[in-house]
């Protein structure tokens, strides 16, 4: 058998997210809904029913591929090799919005390779939103209630405008965001639930998503690789590059993500004058 390709690995995180959305809308539509606000064990259920279907159909086409997954690092399962490619899984991410009955929830699948994201799926059941991201592009599709998908279509994100579209997390909310957004022309600043955010930006309906503090790789490798496919960025506060499979780091988490900014596509014309002041100068 020939190596897998990135498209193999593609098409079988896509299928994958495609099944788990489906069991996690089947827990956030049916009987369970209401029971989920007053304990929040079938926010659980769903997050475990869906992992375990990932899991299995990763390992049934890529059996020797490494799987960090949210629930089984959580139970202490952490494979003892990565090697330079693993997957990474978020079988539910946005859980206080599922609880609360709100649409802004994700299953999250990206391959991480040499420590970048290279590709990632991104399905929002509730939306019916699918989105995914390799080197050969950024796409979003449309799923209908019994999964039918639609046509994938290209999205990119855009250039920066002079007044910017935020998009901040809607339930881990800090003073921080604030203060960075302080120095942005905003056209406004939209709370969203989830790795729904980069989404946001890379099909150019948003520009930056600031997140100061903590979150942890499998929250954010999926909408980083769609991102990065749809010509936007995701950076630490310093500029270098945001790098995944980050382990044995001195009093942090293992896969602990340091503060980020994620943004659209850079500004053509502010390179432009760069160059121009450069010209002046000289
Ligand atoms: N301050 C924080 N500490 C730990 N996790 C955080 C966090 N802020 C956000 N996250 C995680 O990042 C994900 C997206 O959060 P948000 O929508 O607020 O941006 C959530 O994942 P889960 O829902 O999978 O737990 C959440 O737990
Ligand atoms: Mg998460």
Redesign the pocket.
């Known amino acids: 058998m020939t190596a897998p390709n990135l498209d193999d690995f593609l098409a079988t995180m896509i299928d994958a997210a495609a099944d788990a959305g489906a069991i996690v809308l089947a827990f956030f539509e049916g009987e369970c809904a209401a029971r989920a606000k007053r304990d929040g064990s079938p926010v659980t259920e769903a997050d475990r029913a869906a992992e375990t279907a990932i899991e299995r159909a990763l390992r049934e086409r890529f059996p020797d591929m490494p799987v960090v997954a949210?629930e089984a690092i959580a139970d202490g399962h952490v494979p003892p090799v990565l090697g330079e490619r693993f997957f990474l899984v978020?079988p539910?991410?946005?859980?206080?919005?599922?609880v609360a009955g709100l649409y802004?929830?994700t299953v999250n699948i990206a391959l991480v390779e040499d420590g970048v994201p290279v590709a990632g799926v991104v399905f929002a059941p509730a939306y019916r939103e699918l989105f995914y991201g390799s080197p050969a592009g950024a796409f979003k599709l449309r799923t209908g209630d019994r999964g039918e998908r639609g046509e994938a279509v290209p999205i990119a994100a855009r250039a920066e405008p002079e007044a910017i579209i935020a998009v901040?997390?809607?339930?881990?909310?800090?003073t921080d965001t604030d203060d960075f957004l302080a120095g942005h022309t905003l056209e406004s600043v939209v709370p969203?639930?989830?790795?729904l955010?980069f989404c946001r930006i890379a099909e150019g309906m948003a520009d930056i998503y600031p997140?100061l503090?903590?979150?942890?790789e499998?929250?954010?490798a999926a909408g980083h690789a769609i991102l990065a496919a749809a010509g936007g960025s995701v950076t630490r506060i310093d500029g270098s590059p945001l790098v995944y499979a980050k382990r044995g780091v001195e009093g942090e988490a293992d896969f602990a993500n340091p503060s980020f900014i994620a943004r659209g596509r850079p500004d053509p014309t502010a390179a432009g004058e760069m160059r121009a002041g450069a010209r002046s100068r000289a």
């Open positions: 949210e978020d539910l991410d946005g859980t206080k919005e599922f802004d929830f901040v997390s809607r339930s881990h909310y800090s969203v639930g989830s790795s955010k997140k503090g903590r979150t942890m499998w929250d954010t």
